[in-house]
């Protein structure tokens, strides 16, 4: 990326073909995957299943996964499926969704992540966007909205390679942040602030 750039700016120019609504169809799709670990211990808290999404529009300059961009790559996977690769193992303290940009595939994720609620387990969503921006896309894309609402932990923003540091838990680059439900909800007030009530 030129350095003479914000490093923000290109992610925030990209946007990602809406998402269908929950309930349009039937049944969720399946995920397009490129690939899965079933007993991570780098991708957030405690042992987890960590699902690598398939399709990324970000193109981060230094990016460690370039075979997760295309589309059209990886394989489908039925959440039927993923659902019981985590039963499979007790020890699993929850999944985390990673890729790839895992909002290009938000409405079977939100389904996933609503079975693995069921079955006691978190849910981590890394995503190459800022949460603003997500946060704006939710207002008018209801899928979007879902899995921002089933994510409990939520990292954000694009690989930055002059910011890249070894000395941050779960993250690449400095500028991704940590943002659990608590730390979202006080950003989205700064977002849209209550009036003053005096
Ligand atoms: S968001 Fe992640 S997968 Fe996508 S280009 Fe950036 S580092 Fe690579």
């Known amino acids: ?54 399709g990324c529009p970000h193109d981060c300059p230094g990016c460690h996964n370039p075979e997760t ?8 996977h039925s959440l039927d499926e993923l659902e019981a690769r ?13 890729g790839g940009e895992p909002f290009l595939q938000a409405r079977p994720l939100a389904e996933l ?13 890394y995503t190459g966007f800022v949460f603003e921006d997500l946060a704006a896309r939710a207002r008018k894309d209801a ?8 994510t409990d932990l939520l990292i954000d923003g694009p690989y930055i390679k002059a910011l ?16 659990d439900r608590e730390r979202r909800a006080r950003l989205l007030c700064l977002i849209s602030p209550e009036p003053d009530s005096v």
Do not use: C
Request: proline share 9%.
């Open 86 to 98: 985590y039963r499979e193992n007790p020890l699993l303290a929850g999944v985390t969704f990673s």
């Open 1 to 54: 990326m030129p350095e003479q750039a914000s490093p923000l700016a290109g992610a925030r120019q990209r946007d990602f073909p809406a998402s269908p609504l929950p309930g349009a169809q039937a049944k969720a799709p399946p995920l397009r995957l490129a690939g899965i670990v079933e007993d991570s211990i780098v991708d957030g808290p405690g042992l987890r299943l960590t699902i690598f999404t398939q």
């Open 164 to 179: 890249r540091s070894l000395d941050i838990a779960w993250r690449g680059s400095s500028n991704q942040r940590l943002l």
């Open 143 to 150: 899928a979007v909205a879902a899995l921002l609402d089933a």
């Open 113 to 125: 992540a609503a079975r693995i609620h069921a079955l006691g387990g978190t849910v981590i969503t």
């Open 69 to 76: 961009h295309p589309v059209n790559g990886g394989s489908l």
